[in-house]
């Protein structure tokens, strides 16, 4: 059986001493996110997500959840009392405003416990995790009175959430959507269709579950002009607030998937179902774009959380599982093998593992942080700059993040052997849960077009040139420094190559878009290296800092955490950042090639 | 669901015309291989992958195998009459010896015929695959009372074989073995011990079933030196031939895994189970590692295997699936949206996936050869190369090929999206089933090390210089033409970063043989795109000999067919070359970053 420990001590290390929490204690909510706060409440949900949640991964994913008879579904053993945890924990209420009943604390503690409880149990944490981008949207674009109505409810886990956008013939491109909502004499909709994928859509944890939906009014123009975005409970909600008829929507079938069986993806049947418009018609893409970049943000963590549960019981492997010998001679010759971890390929994957989660906790509480000061900061300006690189670093986060936490993942079931690939081990079920985060809120394909098609051209590139100028003023500060020279020339490098490859794109990628739909994957991979080549610049010099202000205590609390942070951001540099240079020469051969064969070419005879 | 269709327009492309089969016609064997039979034997047995195994790939996942309360197995339904047709049908015998009832034909056309057993039907395939190599491991070392016995009704697939190497402490380290061996005073042997891992242990599709085993004698010596190889039937051979007593080993349970559900992966215990030595006592491993190398190589097949059925299935979905539009403006604008394949990011990843498969399949096939050149050649000397040729790729196709063969698995279910995250659809069993072929038979990094500790400096490396040396000349006779001169300077390219990689090898490994663990991986992936750019710069020239020779038919069989393998090539140049210099640099950055942590410092806290 795997084991789950949340990474508290490094959550604590980015959050006070990398992002430095405590710089920003003059924001609105900001001021109650002591240190010991932040500690005690990093403590209290590490330990629910290794003492609740965990032990029900396994045991969810054998099960999966089943849709009864009537319609209802049940979700796995012990969910329903985990869940009710949960709520009277209050940890889905951490970044919510306070004014609706949450906590209105900041955001980058929100995502380190996120990370927590995904890392813990995925298929759970998705349940509360989409209810926070449903909140998101309502505070967004609801009425006054769809808040009142619903949002208190869901911050407090009452009830769940959920988004509705895919139908069989339509995914990636919402503009196909066909179900119809018709305006009725009170105003509310009656929405008929089917949407299909729809995580939590149906199931036993909370007595009722809001469903935002995408939808197309009757003369509604084409195409992606022509949605609307509709709140439909499952259970109507009479103007007390208390809970009326069933509303005419239910769950049709439970997908059968390769992972994340313990969440309930269902077909969702719109059968003159009531709701009610959220923000103005024809507008309702933007208002789910709010709830889908809160959910990609996620998702990118979701990548990390399963590298890093991975990551952690390859360890443990490593260093119990006794096979062959120290290529320098037997290391512990009183055994008859010696543990895995002699070996350098065996080391390989284990560091590439901790360079990987610790730099993508990193990027990912940094965008934690942004998501605040996009709203909270002083000055429009800042609150712009945020808002502009929280939006450049979220398909970056959510396409490269989740790549390498399937690659961690497959790397640290590798490790396992023969082992790895047995059910009741676990490791194989990090990667099959893993594999969705590539796939959902947007393929990962379609985050590097979003990075390059739109993110970099907004402002005339404003947001990544004030990326470069981080990396370049982190290069220089560090080139300074003894101990992280070597990475700050590493991770110029990189930053030399990605400038080169945004150049090559707007030289050649206006003129043939096809040069930059094809340019696309490679180039967010090459900003995914240098993002995180700046976070463990940052992070390294945050290590420098503490072991000159003296961190004595010689264990992994105190001198040997900060040298190892070392030693890994080195590594990154090593192994990670000559790829910069190979991408954006594959990139700069531009599309011709690879847009030369008809479709007859690639069939089989 | 998912179809199949062998590639045979491909595989006689390469075997008739980039191998060139024809030129090796004073073979023995070889005279009978003509054009017509290798295209009749070809189409026949991609009429059976397609027909009788691709149907019960899915359905077999989806049931399994199931251990009966007395211990006997079940695989799933058709399966017992999918191997009676294979049976009756040769398809076992294909490059079994004449003489001991095989049809002795050229083991690249048997190569052939297994890829499209395996990409029809994976699990299947493995049954019949094993016996290949228990078959080559009696002939090597079998007295000749054992090939009498055993041989002749594993090539008749009447009997099959398995391979018993895994016991729960040990997989890749054997020298732990303790499975223990007794000699009776009728010449036989004792055995008794716990093997893990053993696929088709224990199945209903034959009568009986032939176990070669690795065990211990009392006194032998300790570690792989004292390693024995024993056979053992299910069911005892009478003198006459005829069946007798149920011998003492029995499946104790089946494995549950995360793929290849219909192989049985047993436990099998020897309980005092009777076996008789194979060649010498104490010489096991070298014995079982002739069944391994072959092993090896069809586990490299297994992940072109699962490569190409999911790009095939990948490229359908590109053509059919409608989503967005071109972004040169829309391809078919009386649809509502354009296929799947007008979007760079899908053709990036069906031209790696076409380029992959393609370039895998002329290597797996171009192995085919040698494996009959280090037997059959005219000279000790063109056997010792050919010998030296195939132990050195062997690692790199089963390393470097499972490798890729789980990653276009993983880009065309990506290229599905959320549909292909369903089971239903079929694209997940890929990646499951790909998965275990990186794992087995020696997990990949341990591919690495056979490469870099064994077979380079075997002979003073004269190996590798031989690679070199074809690849140098390969690369000088298409740089000289227009159609293959920039493959050819990409591709000679990434041989210098070979030969500067295996340089610094020399001058680094061998004073601290951790910088050679530590670089084994890269270095295998270095090896492996200078082998697929060998393989596309003769795919290249075959093309271009084609085209000019006057290949007329304007259709997929015809000059359509070799100018996309032109552009193809051009491709692999372009997107995967640029790897071999990013992948020399992190290796020459050595193993001291990589070494330098303890144990404690992987934990979290």
Known sequence: MPSYHAPMRDARFIINEVVRLGDYSDLPGFESASRDIVDAVLDEAGKFAAEVLAPLNASGDQEGCIRQTDGSVTTPEGFKRAHALFRESGWGMLSAPEEFGGQGMPHILGFA??????????????YPGLTNGAVRALLAKGSPDQKMAYVPKLVANEWLGTMNLTEPQCGTDLGLIRTSAELQADGSYTL???????????????????????????????????????????????????????????????????????????????DGATGWLVGEENKGLAAMFIMMNTARLGVGMQ??????????????????????????????????????????????????GKAITEGLRALSLWAG???????????????????????????????????????????????????????????????????????????????????????????GGKAIQAFFAEVDAECKTASDNEQLSDLAGRVGKANGELKAATMWLMQNGLGNPNNAGGAAYHYMHIMGI???????????????????????????????????????????????????????RKLETGAETMMALPIEAFART
């Open 192 to 270: 008929t269709g089917t949407k299909i994928f729809i995580s939590a859509g149906e199931h036993d944890l909370t007595e009722n579950i809001i469903h935002l939906v995408l939808a197309r009014t009757p003369d509604a123009p084409e195409g992606t002009k022509g949605i609307s975005l509709f709140v439909v409970p499952k259970l109507l909600v009479n103007e007390d607030g208390s809970l009326g008829d069933r509303n005419a929507v239910s769950c049709g079938a439970l997908e059968h998937k390769m992972g994340i069986h313990a969440n309930a993806t269902c077909v969702m049947n719109y």
């Open 530 to 584: 240098v993002a995180l080549g700046l976070m463990w610049l940052r992070m390294g010099a945050a290590a420098v800092k503490a072991l000159e202000d003296g961190a004595q205590t010689d264990d992994s609390q105190g001198r040997d955490f900060y040298e190892a942070k070392l030693v890994t951001g080195r590594y990154f540099g090593e192994r990670f950042t000559p790829d910069a240079g190979a991408l954006r």
């Open 303 to 352: 990548g990390l959380a399963q590298a890093e549960v991975a990551y952690q019981n390859g360890v443990s492997y490593a260093g119990e599982r006794r096979q062959g010998r120290a290529l320098t001679g037997p290391a512990e010759p009183g055994e008859k093998a010696d543990p895995l971890i002699v070996h350098p390929d065996v080391r390989r994957m284990l560091m590439d």
């Open 113 to 126: 416990v996120e990370e927590f409880m995904s890392g813990a149990n995925m298929a759970f944490a998705m």
């Open 369 to 459: 942080l942004l998501v605040d000061l996009a709203q909270k900061a002083e000055s429009e300006d800042e609150r712009g700059q945020a808002d502009d690189m929280l939006g450049l670093l979220t398909p970056v986060i959510k396409g490269y993040g989740t790549d390498l936490g399937y690659r961690v993942a497959t790397d640290m079931q590798q490790l396992w052997g023969g082992h790895g690939y047995i059910v009741e081990n676990g490791m194989e079920q990090f990667v099959r849960d893993a594999r969705i985060a590539m796939i959902y809120e947007g393929a990962n394909g379609v985050q590097a077009m979003d990075l390059v098609g739109r993110k970099l051209a907004k402002d």
